[in-house]
């Protein structure tokens, strides 16, 4: 098609994009073409700005690596992440659901865990943090035998992998739930943490005037035969960060209930002082058991990284 004027670019795009032999790539790409023609008009993008964008998505690329997702991070910074999320659950997003983001940190092969163990691999100071997690179908039936992977940040605000002075795995463990339904363990509670900001989604962050901080959480990602992968996240509700999350994560239905104890016996006679425990019933969807794309693969190496945090 020789192109006439400005509107002909979309027509001539969307009419290519009809050989597509894929009727979902078509619906999806032609969805894709038309929003961002109209953004570029709406916008009246100039030929700066236009190319400035490019070497925005280049930067994505070049600051991703085998131990960081750029693109994740981008991403939920945006709120697309939680969007997506929502819009895929919870009767598309307008009843409460278990689901919640998988973020950047989760790392596939996590060390098999019995029931009733711990997952503090290498010294890490904290409070004890003692985890009670049910797994339920939607009328109610536990869900014996899923696969469930839980992992956190450290106290200090420190995935393992990003952390070379952690031990390999490090708050990550693969529990299987019993007959009941229910995994239990025993680790240390977490802490909020400041995203990184060396890349393009620091750029954003502080283009708008944002902090970088998501308020303390413990991931689940759970999977049986029949049942649609859970993945979830359970938030700490007194963090300071929880009303703003830079991640845009926050559900009411997650916040979880940490109940920190004084003066009564923990379940393990090391513990000394206040120690934290944490109950939860999650509910898994009838639907196909798929594990997603590993975010990272590998773990930091060098000195501890150093993450500022924005006000």
């Not at 009809?18 to 894709?32: G, L, Q, V």
């Not at 503090?120 to 939607?138: E, I, K, N, Q």
């Not at 016996?265 to 513990?271: G, L």
């Amino acid at each position: 098609m020789i192109i006439e004027n400005q509107k002909d670019v979309t027509t001539a795009v969307l009419a290519e994009l009809k050989r597509a032999p894929n009727a979902r790539f078509r619906e999806i790409m032609s969805a894709f073409v038309r929003h961002m023609h109209d953004f570029a008009r709406e916008a009246q993008l100039t030929e700066e700005e236009f190319h400035a964008a490019l070497a925005y998505v280049v930067a994505i690329g070049r600051h991703s690596s085998e131990s960081h997702n750029e693109a994740v991070l981008i991403a939920g910074s945006l709120g697309l992440s939680a969007l997506v999320c929502l819009l895929n659950n919870g009767n598309h997003g307008t009843t409460e659901t278990d689901q919640n983001l998988l973020g950047p940190f989760w790392r596939m092969h996590s060390p098999t865990t019995p029931n009733g163990g711990s997952i503090v691999r290498s010294r890490t100071p904290g409070p004890a943090l003692f985890v009670d997690a049910m797994f339920h179908d939607g009328s109610g039936q536990p869900i014996a035998g899923a696969e469930v992977d839980v992992w956190h940040s450290s106290p200090e605000g420190f995935y393992e992998n990003q952390d070379p002075e952690q031990a390999e795995m490090n708050l990550r463990g693969k529990f299987f739930t019993d007959a009941a339904g229910r995994i239990n363990f025993r680790s240390v509670k977490p802490a909020g943490y400041p995203i990184p900001i060396d890349g393009p989604t620091g750029e954003l962050l502080r283009a708008q005037g944002r902090h970088n901080m998501r308020p303390a959480h413990l991931h689940f990602l759970a999977t049986k035969e029949g049942f649609k992968t859970l993945i979830s996240q359970l938030y700490v509700p007194d963090d300071k960060y929880i009303e703003s999350d830079a991640q845009f994560g926050v559900t009411r239905h997650l916040l979880g209930n940490y109940v920190r104890h004084e003066n009564e016996p923990a379940p393990a006679a090391d513990v000394q002082g206040a120690w934290y425990s944490l109950e939860h019933t999650f509910v898994m969807a009838g639907g196909t058991a798929k594990l997603p794309r590993p975010p990272i693969s590998a773990k930091a190496k060098g000195e501890r990284l150093k993450i500022p945090h924005l006000a």
